[in-house]
């Protein structure tokens, strides 16, 4: 990537009309930066400190809130940098590394709600079986293929993108490095690359969002069958949160790389529901629709102030 480079850095201009409020962006994402990584840390102290909770369904939520506290930081302290009124810019492989990252972790995170999809259909669908079927190594390896596919993912779509020659302009019309403001800046034709970035991104959240739409529908059929009010509304329940967060995080992927003419504004508007504000809500979604987590939460919290005063 270096030799075909004359580029050292490129310049974030940040969120489109929005001079003039960096203060109280800075304000408003600091706080939001903040609770979602106290959140979520808590949500992880609880699931590890409690023994009730040692189980696949909160496996998979503690991977979830580690994630949700590293894929917004990924954008987040850079953003925060430049509003607090330093320096917009960001180096040639920072910008390299942060696209990498973003990707790999986001699509990490959408294979991590298929897996939780799918422990959810094993858990309605096939209750007597379903430590049998969710047994740790099993639990284990779906996480490591999770991992690989957003490995593999964010590899091609940053191999793609890096590989091409950029010699200036250097302004990236964004408040971080993704695809489609970074390609524009392209001194050599880009259309493959954009190809390839929406085929891939357009195929992996397909296929991710089908795997989803199977194991609900799976799950569908078998709450409609269970016969009381009450065990309709418990099944339902164990599944609500999953639901929510899943629509907090594919509905702002599918308006930013499926939008025909993209617009700045309400692109960067998105963007930033899905890398700052979702991880946020994720937090709170979970540990106030599950008992056990609400519980166990409680505890964390009470532990984590007690051994301060001490």
Request: include cysteine; proline fraction near 5%; charge should be positive.
């Amino acid at each position: 990537m270096r030799n075909h480079t004359e580029l050292n850095e490129f310049i974030l201009l940040g969120i489109p009309q929005t001079q003039g409020l960096e203060t109280v962006l800075f304000g408003i994402f600091s706080f939001i930066y903040l609770f979602t990584l106290l959140g979520n840390l808590f949500i992880l102290l609880a699931i590890v400190s409690s023994s009730t909770l040692h189980t696949p369904m909160y496996f998979f939520l503690g991977l979830l809130s580690i994630l949700d506290m590293l894929f917004p930081s990924v954008t987040c302290p850079k953003m925060l940098f430049y509003l607090s009124g330093q320096s917009h810019a960001i180096s040639y492989k920072g910008c390299a590394v942060q696209l990498f990252f973003y990707h790999f972790l986001g699509s990490t995170e959408g294979c991590l709600y298929s897996v939780m999809a799918y422990d959810r259909f094993v858990a309605i669908c096939h209750p007597l079986r379903y430590m049998l079927i969710m047994r740790p190594g099993v639990c284990v390896g779906l996480v490591l293929a999770a991992w690989l596919v957003g490995c593999l993912h964010a590899t091609i779509l940053t191999s793609f993108t890096f590989q091409l020659p950029y010699c200036g302009p250097n302004w990236v019309d964004h408040f971080f490095c993704d695809i489609p403001a970074v390609l524009p800046l392209a001194c050599a034709d880009s259309s493959l690359a954009q190809r390839v970035g929406s085929t891939n991104v357009g195929f992996l959240a397909l296929t991710l969002w089908l795997s989803v739409c199977v194991s609900y529908t799976h799950i569908g059929i078998a709450i409609l069958r269970i016969r009381s009010a009450e065990g309709r509304q418990k099944a339902f329940s164990t599944c609500s949160a999953h639901l929510t967060a899943i629509l907090c995080a594919y509905g702002p992927v599918i308006f930013i790389y499926l939008q025909p003419t993209p617009n700045p504004f309400l692109s960067a508007t998105v963007q930033i529901l899905n890398n700052i504000v979702s991880p946020m809500l994720n937090s709170l979604i979970y540990s106030l629709r599950k008992k056990e987590a609400k519980s166990s939460l409680k505890k964390a919290f009470y532990n984590v102030v007690f051994s301060a005063l001490d």
